[in-house]
């Protein structure tokens, strides 16, 4: 089993930044995926963006190349978003998605993101 929380999400205006933390618990050695989901109102929940812990593979959604970077501390069960040069489409609630080599798919309960114009 394999809990993940999110954290860090907020009110931001356009241009701004935030960092979003996803906390892992439970058998997180085994853990070789994260990703980052969204879902913007009344829209499906999309990914957007993922990381591999061998190797470090990371992937984005095109929507947000270059403005966001996933990255990992191994020692802290703790996978990041950081999320720069916000736009008011990103406003969304973000999930954070953890799968271990045990078969587990776990989500968080969601961090809200808010950009104003």
């Known amino acids: 089993q394999v809990q993940v929380v999110e954290s860090g999400g907020g009110l931001v205006h356009a241009g701004g930044s935030l960092r979003l933390s996803c906390v892992a618990s439970?058998?997180?050695?085994?853990?070789?995926?994260t990703a980052w989901y969204r879902q913007p109102p009344g829209k499906a929940r999309e990914l957007v963006a993922s990381i591999y812990k061998v190797g470090g593979r990371t992937n984005y959604a095109d929507s947000v190349k270059g403005r966001f970077t996933i990255s990992r501390d191994d020692a802290k069960n703790t996978v990041y978003l950081q999320m720069d040069r916000l736009e008011p489409e990103d406003t969304a609630v973000y999930y954070c998605?953890?799968?271990?080599?045990?078969?587990?798919?776990?989500w968080g309960q969601g961090t809200q993101v808010t950009v104003s114009s």
């Open positions: 439970g058998n997180t050695p085994n853990i070789y995926y």
């Open positions: 998605n953890a799968k271990n080599l045990a078969g587990a798919n776990s």
